[in-house]
């Protein structure tokens, strides 16, 4: 009796030692993810339900914040110890931050251990780079095109646009379809009020980036948007855009402007507001005009995944990363008319077999030199809102363009010696 329930005790010991590790190792990973509009964009959805279909053993916990507030409420957020795993560097300022204070993981020895191929990235790997050392893989690649309204060029019987118009070419034009008074007037082109809007002249030119490069760059561009506006008057100025708040994706959707120049990511508006019987605009796109004699270039965003330097689950973090950023994303990317920082052959098929995108032109989606709108930078933030003062007052005829320019340059050196 006694040997029986030896050998009995032993067997349930032995049982414990094999069975309760099993269940334990069958408990799935809570990566915590962060990234904004979640619900409201949608394709985040699809490439978490399928990275979680692809990982039964990884389980996503979303946290959703509006575009406008995730910058500031992330850092928030990880001052503050919380366990956010994997999140989106939503641009190069935040991502030049996350960097300078060590909140984020380099991942070059992920990289060479696992082999990943980063050719698809191309010229986007570049922008992922802070002292040679890569700390985020490129999740989109949004860069500026140029969109144009069909119908309004055919009711002037004008050529639409092509991938190599020129900025002279481009006043002409919004100029040749300015044209009437009141509700039934047309309009040549929007040019928004974003200091984007109006410095993506300047970084054509190949003169460096708005941190260390000389600001005289922005003179011709903004001399340009100024003669549009205030004396060719083929877009409505600045101040009135301002003081109305008016936004590029309404006025363009109403179908009396006839070219705005924007991010890749309008493509997704479009479709998305035209499946929702929003508009009836017959759009295409070319690539962003040049200037003449000059190598074309157009600027843009990367918006990289990272891992929180603080994770406690690096390798379930490393494989949504890879997802994320890698084919299997981006062409879940490319089905909703997002540009991902992964393109090849396979994705831009994916692009094409979209309704209603005007694959007509598809190599408006292809550009070897895409600059940043602000490099990751420490002194980016600080630098990016003094320019935009300025290009306010120059815009708004408060300032004259040169004079600008040169308190431009006065006030980088200030903040500059500040923050030595």
């Known amino acids: 009796m006694r040997k029986s329930l030896l050998t009995f005790c032993l067997l349930a010991a032995l049982l414990s030692l094999v069975i309760v590790p099993s269940a334990q190792a069958q408990e799935p990973i809570t990566l915590k993810f962060a990234c904004w509009d979640y619900e409201l964009n949608g394709y985040d959805m699809t490439l978490i339900a399928e990275f979680e279909k692809a990982n ?6 979303v946290y959703d914040m509006p ?12 001052a503050g110890g919380e366990d956010i795993d994997v999140f989106y560097a939503k641009d190069p300022t935040m991502y030049g931050g996350l960097v300078l204070r060590k909140q984020i993981m380099p991942l070059d020895e992920l990289i060479a251990r696992d082999g990943v191929d980063l050719s698809g990235y191309g010229g986007n790997l570049e922008n992922v780079k802070v002292d040679d050392t890569i700390y985020g893989l490129p999740y989109r690649g949004d860069f500026w095109i140029l969109f144009y309204n069909k119908d309004l060029f055919d009711r002037f019987g004008i050529p639409y646009p092509t991938n190599e118009m020129t900025w ?6 919004a100029k040749a379809l300015t044209s009437g008074e009141g509700a039934s007037k047309t309009y040549g082109t929007y040019i928004h009020t974003w200091a ?5 002249f300047g970084l054509q030119k190949h003169m460096g980036d708005l941190v260390e490069g000389p600001y005289s760059m922005l003179e011709d561009g903004l001399n340009l948007a100024y003669q549009i506006q205030m004396v060719d008057k083929s877009a409505a100025d600045y101040a009135t855009n301002r003081a109305m708040g008016a936004h590029y994706r309404g006025l363009f959707e109403q179908g009396n402007i006839g070219m705005l120049y ?15 019987d929003l508009h009836d605009v017959n759009w295409g796109i070319v690539r962003l005009p040049q200037w003449e004699g000059i190598e ?12 929180n330097s603080k994770t406690k689950h690096k390798e379930a ?13 981006a062409s879940i990317l490319a089905e909703n008319m997002i540009v991902p920082g992964y ?11 979209v309704e209603g995108f005007p694959s007509e032109n598809m190599e408006a989606l292809v550009t070897e030199t895409v600059y940043m709108e602000w490099p990751p930078h420490a002194l980016s933030g600080l630098l990016g809102k003094m320019v935009e003062e300025e290009i306010v007052l120059a815009m708004t005829g408060n300032k004259s363009i040169e004079q600008a320019i040169a308190d431009m340059e006065a006030r980088r050196e200030e903040i500059i010696l500040l923050n030595q």
Do not use: R
């Open 317 to 329: 973090a490393w494989k949504l990363v890879k997802f994320l950023s890698g084919t299997k994303g």
């Open 343 to 353: 393109l090849d052959d396979s994705v831009f098929e994916k692009f094409a077999e």
């Open 168 to 173: 002279t070419e481009f006043q002409e034009t």
């Open 296 to 307: 074309h270039a157009t600027i843009g965003n990367v918006t990289p995944v990272v891992i």
């Open 56 to 61: 039964p053993d990884i389980k996503v916990e």
């Open 262 to 276: 924007m991010g890749t990511w309008y493509m997704q508006a479009l479709l998305h507001d035209k499946a929702q």
């Open 196 to 200: 984007s809007t109006y410095f993506v």
């Open 67 to 78: 575009a406008s507030e995730y910058p500031d409420k992330m850092l928030i957020i990880l």
